[in-house]
């Protein structure tokens, strides 16, 4: 029983579990788009339940192509893989488990869902192989989590191609989460140069990165006045706006302590914005077109 606890306890850390923190509230506000309110509660099941599997696939996959270079990053080098608590063969294991999960799962929501499937799994493989090559990684990042919000929104409306509404929250995604990777990078500047890894802190310096980043957030904010714009402005949404535009802000401010502006920071954000996509939907504001 002890070593089931354990394993589980080792799978958990090695796909960031409460990472999920980040993608789940992007897959409802792209459910609440497509359904232009709440799903149903199965719908909303099945959504939570195929993001979890493609990001631990995602996770999983992530981590046994860097093995190598965790394993010589004094910051990483303790992760489940470089360390042996979960073998290769184990990660394996459960990256496939993951995979056949989110297939069934996607085939549960609708052949659209099914159909579309592999476009995430594409990238996430592609993913980890961008830092080897060019410093645009960190927007390989940002595109993997948009998927989100965009697989939200056709699980509950079953249409393709999106609307505008959708498509201004898949930029925000984009632009915040390749804002917030490159601020994470800042952690791994030295050693990342040393290795040959292309992360933008390592290619134009930390100083430089972090201008991009706080460009990127600038544009990422840009996109939830897109969303207000669309649907319906009320005091509270223009407030809750207010409110994510400071936290984004705050995460440059404190952007020295990175695992606060990382994990504490966006979490906040990814919360608020869901907040404030119930409100523009929820106050009809989003039409046909919306």
Not at 39 to 68: C, H, Q, T, W, Y
Request: net charge positive.
């Amino acid at each position: 029983m002890f070593q089931f606890y354990n394993k589980v306890l080792n799978f958990s850390r090695l796909i960031k579990i409460e990472h999920t923190l980040f993608s789940l509230p992007m897959l409802f506000s792209g459910a609440i788009l497509g359904a232009r309110g709440w799903p149903s509660n199965k719908i909303l099941a099945l959504i939570v339940l195929v993001g979890f599997f493609a990001r631990s696939f995602a996770m999983v996959v992530n981590r046994l192509i860097d093995r190598e270079i965790d394993a010589r990053n004094p910051r990483t080098s303790s992760r489940e893989i470089p360390a042996k608590t979960v073998s290769v063969h184990q990660a394996m294991e459960l990256g496939l488990f993951s995979l056949l999960c989110y297939l069934f799962l996607a085939y549960l929501l609708g052949p659209i869902c099914l159909w579309l499937s592999p476009i995430p799994l594409v990238i996430f493989i592609g993913y980890p192989y961008l830092k080897r090559y060019t410093c645009m990684a960190h927007f390989g990042l940002g595109l993997a989590l948009a998927m989100a919000p965009l697989g939200g929104y056709i699980a509950s409306s079953q249409t393709f191609p999106f609307s505008p509404g959708i498509i201004a929250l898949g930029l925000f995604v984009f632009f915040w989460v390749s804002g917030f990777d490159i601020i994470y990078a800042t952690l791994d500047e030295e050693i990342d140069r040393e290795q040959g890894l292309f992360s933008l802190p390592a290619v134009v310096g930390r100083a430089k990165a972090l201008r991009i980043s706080g460009v990127l957030h600038f544009l990422s904010f840009c996109g939830l006045v897109a969303i207000c714009a669309l649907g319906s402005i009320s005091t509270g949404s223009l407030a809750v706006l207010f409110l994510t535009g400071i936290f984004l802000f705050l995460e440059h401010r404190f952007s020295y302590n990175v695992n606060l502006a990382f994990f504490g920071g966006n979490v906040v954000v990814g919360f608020l914005v869901l907040f404030l996509v119930n409100l523009v939907v929820i106050g009809k504001g989003f039409g046909a077109g919306g």
